[in-house]
């Protein structure tokens, strides 16, 4: 890999060098390399474009890495990745796409993820999207996650983007069964025109089934958001979302909730709180020393990613 694969591989996963352990890597809209467990089985697809991901019943701590990663202009990926978990596994999945566009034309990456995740497994997924390039060509970015976790099964999703992306749709839907529990950590931040859409659907078909959603965004300058969850309770559950959001400038966020109590043993909470940076952060900040700009920027990242 070249200078800028190594760099958007980095900040995709963490990592300095091509990971260990089971792994797949997709640059420009192929395969660039790819490596099993014997309890984690990746496979290429043989119809349409993506891999299985197989993990096997009781592996623990064990991870998978499959960043995607784009540096030419024009390209219009597609590509459906299934993980099937099996019963009593602790897992990390690392995934996420870096797009560098140097050019006059839009790239975009559509990435289907489709997790079925076993009896009291636990799964942590970590997605994180990153636009960079002086290119006026876009960077277009739009992840369709579905979830199914079975009875007793658990799942944490954290997803990161800031900045770069020129637009993206965000789309999550899930399927809670018995004593299932699914936490969600969104943090978005959009600048210039950058437009971004999240829409969240999570039925919480199983008895004492679970779900909580928290939502950080800032937009600047003249971004737009759009924020849009529904939870369905369909059983004696709990669910919970949280949309806390930070505009600046002549940027928009806008939060539509929905929640939809069929069982009379459903608890189901929304919240949401938009509004710009408290100016007494910022003299606290400005009397340090610090710019207005550099306070702006102090919390704005504090509120992002702590």
């Known amino acids: 890999m070249n200078d800028i694969?190594?760099?958007?591989?980095?900040?995709?996963?963490?990592?300095?060098?091509?990971?260990?352990?089971?792994?797949?890597i997709r640059k420009n809209g192929a395969p660039l390399a790819r490596?099993?467990?014997?309890?984690?089985?990746?496979?290429?697809k043989k119809k349409k474009s993506g891999i299985d991901i197989i993990i096997k019943d009781g592996v623990q701590n064990k991870s998978?890495?499959?960043?995607?990663?784009?540096?030419?202009?024009?390209?219009?990926?597609?590509?459906?990745?299934?993980?099937?978990?099996?019963?009593?596994?602790?897992?990390?999945?690392?995934?996420?796409?870096?797009?560098?566009?140097?050019?006059?034309?839009?790239?975009?990456?559509?990435?289907?993820h489709s997790f079925k995740v076993g009896k009291n497994s636990f799964v942590k997924y970590v997605e994180k999207h990153v636009g960079e390039?002086?290119?006026?060509?876009?960077?277009?970015?739009?992840?369709?996650?579905?979830?199914?976790?079975?009875?007793?099964?658990?799942?944490?999703?954290?997803?990161?983007?800031?900045?770069g992306v020129t637009s993206t749709v965000r789309k999550t839907f899930a399927k809670l069964y018995d004593n299932a529990k699914l936490k969600i950590?969104?943090?978005?931040?959009?600048?210039?025109?950058?437009?971004?859409?999240?829409?969240?659907?999570?039925?919480?078909?199983g008895k004492n089934s679970s779900v909580e959603v928290v939502s950080h965004s800032v937009a600047k300058d003249n971004s737009y958001q759009i924020f849009k969850s529904n939870l369905v309770g369909k059983n004696e559950c709990f669910g919970h979302v949280e949309?806390?959001?930070?505009?600046?400038?002549?940027?928009?966020?806008?939060?539509v909730p929905m929640i939809d109590a069929i069982d009379s043993n459903a608890s189901l909470v929304h919240e949401a709180?938009?509004?710009?940076?408290?100016?007494?952060?910022?003299?606290?900040?400005?009397?340090?020393?610090?710019?207005?700009?550099?306070a702006e920027n102090k919390i704005i990242e504090g509120f992002l990613i702590g």
Request: aromatic letters at 4%; proline letters at 3%; charged letters at 25%.
């Open 133 to 163: 390039g002086n290119g006026s060509g876009g960077k277009v970015l739009n992840p369709l996650t579905r979830v199914t976790l079975s009875e007793g099964a658990s799942m944490e999703i954290e997803t990161l983007q800031l900045e």
């Open 185 to 205: 950590n969104e943090n978005i931040l959009t600048t210039p025109d950058q437009t971004a859409r999240t829409d969240f659907k999570v039925d919480l078909l």
């Open 273 to 294: 709180a938009i509004g710009k940076i408290a100016g007494d952060e910022l003299v606290k900040l400005m009397t340090l020393g610090l710019s207005k700009e550099e």
């Open 35 to 44: 490596e099993s467990e014997k309890d984690i089985e990746i496979i290429p």
């Open 64 to 112: 998978v890495h499959i960043p995607v990663i784009i540096t030419v202009g024009g390209l219009d990926d597609l590509v459906y990745n299934d993980f099937y978990i099996g019963e009593n596994c602790n897992v990390l999945i690392v995934a996420g796409c870096g797009i560098h566009n140097n050019t006059c034309k839009t790239s975009m990456h559509n990435g289907i």
């Open 243 to 255: 949309c806390d959001g930070i505009i600046t400038d002549n940027a928009r966020i806008v939060s």
């Open 5 to 24: 694969e190594k760099r958007l591989l980095e900040k995709l996963t963490g990592l300095h060098k091509m990971p260990s352990g089971a792994f797949n």
